[in-house]
């Protein structure tokens, strides 16, 4: 059974003036506990694929099931609510609330999840702990540099613990020693406590980590190890 389900997707770009197809006939099943890369090239759809795989966008044509939800033909109140309960993102640039400290950030999906204030201090310190963030708690955003503040985007999608995680170039701002510690943590999370992790990367250390790598080129699979579990 896949926990995502992709069949014959593509997705045009519209702008009026030009159409660009960022993704063709793409199909690909992800099994539940996978530890996958999506590999490429700048523009080569790394963000587009996995933007509908959290139903942040819909495919032109195609067909796309997650986690039980079929994107393409669900509300956007269901596509809300599915995104709050089983996904987790790590988006490229961050997205935290400047008017939040880091920790209020990082526990932002589960204050709206209603989890109780210990419970969120207790998960939300010890992922600081862990990513090398102890003691810039009660930071302001822009007090934290790019590889902080992309920590701090991390710990918000890691926090709520989703059975999907979705990280598009996590590691892109962080330096070898934090990249390299992030890779450990995603990966003993997937190990542990069988989260399955979809991830893009352009960098050839952190696609080495994956069990299984998806290249893409023009929209298009090049290649995919099926290494799954
Ligand atoms: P990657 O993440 O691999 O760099 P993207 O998914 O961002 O690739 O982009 C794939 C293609 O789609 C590129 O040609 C890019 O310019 C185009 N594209 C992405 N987002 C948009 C958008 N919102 N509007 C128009 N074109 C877009
Ligand atoms: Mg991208």
């Not at 709050?84 to 935290?96: A, D, K, V």
Request: glycine share 8%.
């Amino acid at each position: 059974m896949g926990l995502i389900i992709m069949h014959k997707i593509s997705k045009v770009y519209d702008n009026g003036r030009q159409r660009i197809k960022a993704v063709s006939d793409l199909s690909l099943t992800i099994k539940p506990g996978e530890f996958t890369v999506l590999a490429g090239p700048s523009g080569s759809g790394k963000s587009t694929v996995l933007n509908l795989m959290g139903g942040l966008d819909l495919p032109t044509e195609g067909s796309i099931s997650v986690a039980g939800y079929r994107i393409e033909q669900a509300s956007s109140r269901t596509l809300s609510d599915f995104r709050l309960e089983s996904i987790g993102f790590i988006f490229q640039s961050f997205n935290l609330l400047p008017v939040l400290t880091a920790a209020e950030n990082a526990e932002y999906v589960l204050l709206l999840q209603g989890v109780d204030k210990a419970e969120r201090k207790k998960r939300v310190d010890e992922l600081f702990y862990e990513l090398g963030m102890d003691g810039l708690q009660k930071r302001m955003p822009c007090d934290l540099s790019g590889g902080q503040q992309q920590r701090v985007a991390i710990i918000r999608a890691l926090a709520s613990k989703p059975e999907l995680i979705l990280a598009d170039e996590p590691t892109a701002s962080l330096d070898s020693k934090t990249s390299e510690s992030l890779l450990k943590l995603m990966s003993r999370l997937n190990e542990t406590s069988g989260t399955t992790f979809v991830f893009s990367s352009h960098d050839p250390r952190v696609i080495d980590h994956a069990k299984r790598r998806i290249m893409l080129e023009d929209g298009c699979l090049k290649s995919d190890s099926k290494e799954c579990i």
